[in-house]
């Protein structure tokens, strides 16, 4: 699972991210952080601590320096 959620994090990086006409205002960005937090901690714990960063990631929010804990 852990080699499938990597795959989709790079997929996504690739090929979508290049399209999007807006920037993260994260940083890392949020690519970068998925990725990082499902090598560290694995599928379950990893891929929650990405999917929250996604969900906290809008037009709304301050941004700036974000590590994976």
Do not use: H, Q
């Amino acid at each position: 699972m852990k080699k499938i959620l990597i795959l989709l994090i790079l997929f996504y990086r690739k090929y979508i991210s290049p399209l999007k006409s807006t920037k993260c205002p994260y940083f890392p960005t949020c690519s970068e952080y998925g990725l990082e937090a499902v090598e560290k901690y694995g599928a379950f714990k990893g891929g929650f601590l990405a999917l929250w960063r996604i969900i906290r990631c809008n037009p709304f929010s301050k941004g700036g320096y974000d590590p994976v804990p």
